[in-house]
């Protein structure tokens, strides 16, 4: 026994501009099993009743509303095997067959992962919420500074997002911040964005939060990122006083 797909295409009437043409999706799409496609074939016309054309010349189409196609299904067809397997939906464990939602004219989706569109809503919706959960854990945190190139100043910062994500946010939500004022009054290609350190927490850290503002203070100072720069103020919290010792000479 082989394996049969296929597929009844109906007419869609020709219109004022325009010829008739087998439409899509077709009517029906199935599976038959039959020792060679002839009898396939034969197997399809009973369970309709009716004979199908297989080739319809275009000057005939008045005289067929159908047309049958059918093809041998392989091992290898696997995307067209799937549409008569039970799928269960990724999101609620529904099971169907792709097949039926081929063959409904009002399904809703196509989707070979879900069973309705909101599923399919629903199943993104956590997707992108898991995957910016993932981003948060996997980015380290960073001490940046953004440096302008035509006045040596620099603004240090630090963030746990994509470091990229915090550089976009200073020119996407500006304050009225000197650091602002200056970036918005300049072009874009005198700024320079860079990480200077990436925090590795110490093994007896007990406040990350605290580390990361301290190693933060440690840069403000040592680029003199508040006095010559465009940080406003220093972050609350103790500066590492052992570690303030970088040259500032070619600072502005
Ligand atoms: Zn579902």
Redesign the pocket.
Known sequence: MAKFYYQIKGRQPAGPNREAEWAWPPVFSGMAEADNRKLAKAQIEELYERQFPQRVLRTDMTDHAYLLHIQELREHDTYLLRRFEDTT??????VFKLIDKYNDPNTETTSHN???E??KQAARFRNVQELRLVNEGRAPAVIYQVRQKSTGRVYVGQTTQPFTLRWWQHLSYPTSCKFHAALGGSDITDWEFSVIEVIVYPADCTNRAAYITQRESHWIEALSAVEAGFNTIRPAGAVDQTQVTLPLADLA
């Not at 939906?89 to 529904?94: A, F, P, S, V």
């Open positions: 939906c990724k999101e609620c464990g529904t879900y069973c309705t909101a599923c």
